[in-house]
């Protein structure tokens, strides 16, 4: 069925150093990959987003990069600031109406 | 806040007790998901909706699960004989058809059944 992993399951850097978070999907007919970010308590929120005819995506600090031939893609966060700290939540989706397969997602920690 | 609003935020009950969530979605969009979050994994998919139809559930979704959209606006997710099993974050997220369809989330509604 469709699955979509993600590692590391949680990640610690240094403040001003960059993170990456990487998944991998099942389903090759999957075309639209958010991220979410979900702080302690508080609702996820779309971060950012690739759609599959794009190899890749870049909004200030944040980018996503997409391997369709190998059904990877990442997130870059560059210059991390303490307010990174969440879990972050990769997601595949196959079609413009259908639910959204989450990774277990990436408890990311920055240290001052 | 105009975003998506789920009430309540929580709720306790004892086992074998029925409950009901209800998801108010952003006003113009026409499709809303539900989902559950359990600690330490991401959320999972259990039922959606486009307009008042559902449209697709969820094995997750057992016989005791139901939910409504009767008028294509709020929905509400009712669960019987509940079981400690189905302590979780129920999740609601909205979206519309037009556009991104970019799916936006509630803040969800904390179920603990003791």
């Known amino acids: 069925g469709e699955n979509v992993e993600q590692h590391p399951s949680t990640l610690s850097v240094q403040e001003g150093d960059s993170a990456v978070i990487k998944c991998t999907y099942s389903?090759?007919?999957?075309?639209?990959f958010p991220w979410y970010k979900q702080e302690l308590g508080k609702r996820p929120q779309l971060i950012i987003d690739i759609r599959s005819n794009v190899g890749e995506k870049k909004d200030q600090r944040i980018a996503v990069t997409l391997n369709k031939t190998a059904k990877h893609f990442s997130l870059h966060i560059t210059e991390t600031q303490p307010e990174d700290s969440a879990v972050y939540f990769c997601?595949?989706?196959?079609?413009?109406?259908?639910?959204?397969?989450f990774g277990s997602g990436t408890r990311l920690s920055i240290r001052p | 806040d105009t975003g998506v609003s789920q009430d309540p935020r929580h709720k306790i009950t004892k086992r074998g007790q029925n409950v009901t969530f209800r998801c108010d979605p952003i006003?113009?969009?026409?499709?809303l998901y539900w989902y559950r979050q359990t600690l330490g994994q991401g959320p999972e998919f259990l039922t959606y909706f486009q307009n008042e139809a559902q449209l697709e559930k969820s094995r997750l979704l057992s016989d005791r699960f139901s939910a409504e959209r009767p008028k294509g606006s709020f929905s509400t997710l009712e669960i019987q004989r509940t079981e400690q099993g189905d302590s979780a974050m129920y999740l609601c997220?909205?979206?519309?058809?037009?556009?991104?369809?970019?799916?936006?989330f509630g803040a969800g509604t904390r179920l603990s059944v003791l």
């Open positions: 997601a595949a989706r196959t079609s413009s109406a259908s639910k959204i397969i």
């Open positions: 997220a909205s979206s519309s058809s037009t556009g991104r369809n970019i799916q936006y």
């Open positions: 389903d090759s007919a999957s075309n639209y």
């Open positions: 006003s113009e969009h026409n499709r």
